[in-house]
Each structure stands twice: as structure tokens, then as C-alpha cells.
């Protein structure tokens, strides 16, 4: 009896001291974790920290409902409805080095058109509505692509002469025409102008278009951002990658958003002729440069009338640099005279669009003359080009584009 009382009394004491046991472990476990919480905060608090760029987001600017006008040439907000309609006019601008640089009022095109005209020399179609320079130009002759990419903005065609097969669809046509004329056209004085000193102004170009009733475009532009989608986009771009993530990707997020800050576009062997762009991340801009590292500059003049004038006793130069830079590759050979191109305007072939520091590689096409360069993506979707000044290259199959 005395024997099982012992026995009691030592399970009940084991049982106390097992329970004293497991409270002592829990105690020791939890102080220690307590420790290394500790510990892993302080260090980090204490340790040295890799240094982070902070970029700050540019706002995105409003627009009151009532200015929602945008331009059919370039997109931008307009101040009136009755700019929309206003006269357009396509001006075959020269780009050679026999005094054609630097141009003058160049900066003010809505959209340029850039190919080559002969031996290699590049020439602009360059497109304005609402001009207001005071001087525009030089101003030389025509070829039957520019005309066919001048078509769709419904402008009357500024030049001087041209070859024979745009000549001859310009008067079947029955396109506004301004040719070479006095009335309407000057020619400046400064010697080192050579031949290239045919200029235009805007007060001139409003009173042909008055003088011949011609008050009226109807453009049909290239598809459009509004101003709110470009800066948008332009912002998203501005991280390597995006910031919200709404489902589950296998895909490389950082190149969703390629970022390319240099163009280099080759209509052949001479490098003053080819075009290299450089993306201002900060005014969303790329400027422009030849090929041989000279900055393309033009002379920007002042927005009134001061009479014939040379630009460069009234303008200042600045540095062309376009919203959205696009490269069409187009079929290109000599012309029967082995002189003039022979490009293919209407057609498709692959395309390169450059906008808010994307690369979008895709496809352009033009069913006809009269209808408007479309440009799609790899999914056959139409790309929407952001609003502002647009540069469109035809690079020739020979030529080349790197980015």
C-alpha cells in the first residue's frame, strides 16, 4: 500500500515537471527568435544600401472638354474648329548640300515625307496647315511618289516644275497647283543659295489659296493617338518595367517596353544624305542628325508677315527633332531616264515605327493614291501614331535600318 502511494505521488510529479520542461523550451525558442528578429532588423537598418535613381513622372495634362479639336495632319489640339478644314499644302523641299540646308520653316510641317530624288540626294514633301513662317522653302520640282504621298491631305502641290510622269498626273489629276510663280514666290539673294533660293511665306500661300478659292482641305490623315493615350504610353515607357501587374506572364517583362534611344537610317552610301535620330527622353522628341554627325537644322522663323527676306537675316536655326520618326521600306530602282527613282508608293512592305521611345516593327500599306498610308503591327493591328510632327523615311531595299 505504502509502495503504491510512492508510485502515485512520482507520476504526478512527472507530469508537473514534463509540463515545466515544455513551457521552459518554448520560452527558450521564442526568446531566441526574438534575438534574431532583433538582430536581422537592426542589420538591416544598420547596413549600407545600394543607391536608387527616383524618377518622377511627368504629369499628365489635362484638356478641357470644349478644346478636344485635334488636328488631322498631326493630331494635336487645334485652338478652333475652323482649323480643322483649313488649306493644306504640300512643298517639295530640296535636301541636298548644293545650298538647300539649311531650309527654312521646315520646323512647322505637320508631316514630311523623305526620299530620294536623284543621285542619292534626298528631297521632303513637307505638309502644312495653319502655316504662320515667314519664310518656307526653298522650294524645287516635283516626282510622281511625292505627289502620290501628297494626295490624301487634299493640299495644294508647291513646286517648281518636275518630271515629266508627275507633271502629267498633276494636270489629269486636278490638283490645286502652285508651280513656280512670282506672284506667290520669291527669290532670296543670298549667294551661297545657289539654285535652291525659290521661298514661299505663309501670307503668300493664304492668298493663293483665297485668289483661287482653294479655302477649303479635306485631310485624310494618318490614325491617331489623342494627346491623353500618347502621354500615357509615353509615361508607362518610362519604367523598365510595368509597375502594376494584373495577371500571371511567362514573358520577358522588360522587353513588353523596349526603350531605343538611337535610329540610324541608310538610303545608301553617303553618309550626309543618311539620317540618325537621337531620343530626347525628356521632351519626348527625337532630334535629327545626318548621317555624317552634322545636326539637321533649319532656320525657324517668326510667325508674321516681314516681306521677301532671306531666312537668314530674320530666322534663328534650331535642330529638327519630330514627335514620331517612321522608316517604310519601299521597292526603289532608277527611272527609264537612268537619272530620276522609280520608287513604289503604292504597295506594302515592312515598316519601323519610332514613337514615345518605342520600336514598333510592322508593315505599312497603301491601296491606291488617293488613300492614306496605313501602318500595322506583327498582329495585324493598326498602330495609332502619338500626336506632333512625323517624319516618314522611304528607305529602299538596298538601304537599312538599325535601332
Given at each position: 500500500m ?26 527558450i ?5 526574438f ?21 518622377t ?26 482649323q ?13 548640300t ?35 513662317s ?22 495644294t502641290?508647291v ?5 515629266d ?31 535652291n533660293?525659290?521661298f ?44 502594376v501587374?494584373t495577371s ?10 523596349p526603350?531605343v ?47 521677301e ?19 517604310m ?16 508608293a ?58
Open positions: 505504502e509502495e503504491k502511494i510512492v508510485m502515485n505521488l512520482t507520476n504526478e510529479d512527472n507530469r508537473t515537471l514534463g509540463k515545466s520542461k515544455k513551457w521552459l523550451v518554448f520560452l525558442i521564442g526568446c531566441v527568435g534575438v534574431v528578429g532583433v538582430g536581422l532588423i537592426l542589420g538591416g537598418l544598420l547596413m549600407p544600401r545600394e543607391e536608387v535613381a527616383v524618377l513622372f511627368p504629369t499628365i495634362p489635362s484638356i478641357n472638354a470644349t478644346q478636344q479639336i485635334y488636328s488631322p495632319l498631326t493630331g494635336e489640339v487645334l485652338a478652333s474648329e475652323s480643322v478644314s483649313a488649306p493644306t499644302y504640300c512643298i517639295q523641299t530640296p535636301n541636298g548644293d545650298g538647300a540646308r539649311p531650309q527654312a520653316g521646315l520646323n512647322e510641317a505637320g508631316v514630311v515625307f523623305e526620299a530620294i530624288a536623284e543621285a542619292g540626294i534626298t528631297r521632303f514633301a513637307a505638309i502644312y496647315q495653319n502655316p504662320q515667314a519664310v518656307i522653302g526653298p522650294i524645287r520640282s516635283l516626282r510622281l511618289y511625292y505627289l502620290e504621298w501628297d494626295t490624301p491631305f487634299d493640299c502641290i513646286h517648281a516644275g518636275g518630271a510622269d508627275a507633271l502629267a498626273a498633276l494636270r489629269a489629276g486636278g490638283y490645286k497647283d502652285l508651280t513656280e510663280n512670282y506672284t506667290y514666290m520669291y527669290r532670296g539673294t543670298y549667294r551661297n543659295r545657289l539654285w533660293n525659290l514661299t511665306t505663309a501670307s503668300y500661300l493664304k492668298q493663293f489659296s483665297t485668289d483661287k478659292g482653294y479655302n477649303v482641305s479635306n485631310v485624310n490623315g494618318f490614325k491617331r493617338m489623342t494627346p491623353e493615350e500618347s502621354n500615357r504610353e509615353y509615361i508607362d515607357n518610362l519604367a523598365e518595367e510595368k509597375l501587374i500571371p506572364t511567362t514573358n520577358n517583362t522588360s522587353e513588353l517596353a526603350r534611344s538611337s535610329v540610324n537610317l541608310f538610303f545608301g552610301n553617303v553618309p550626309t544624305y543618311n539620317v540618325s535620330y537621337s531620343y530626347d527622353l525628356a521632351s519626348n522628341t527625337y532630334k535629327r542628325s545626318y548621317g555624317n554627325g552634322n545636326a539637321h537644322e533649319v532656320y525657324a522663323c517668326p510667325a508674321e508677315s516681314l516681306g527676306r532671306n531666312p537668314e537675316d530674320v530666322c534663328t536655326l534650331t535642330q529638327m527633332s519630330p514627335k514620331v520618326v517612321i522608316a521600306v519601299v521597292s526603289e530602282k532608277k527611272a527609264a531616264d537612268n537619272y530620276h527613282e522609280d520608287i513604289q503604292i504597295g506594302s512592305g515592312n515598316a519601323y515605327i519610332f514613337q514615345n521611345g518605342l520600336a514598333i516593327k510592322g508593315t505599312w500599306n497603301k491601296a491606291s493614291r488617293g488613300d492614306q498610308i496605313k501602318f500595322f503591327d506583327d498582329n495585324n493591328n493598326e498602330i495609332k501614331l502619338a500626336p506632333g510632327q512625323t517624319f516618314v523615311s522611304a528607305i529602299p531595299a538596298y538601304g537599312g535600318v538599325e535601332y
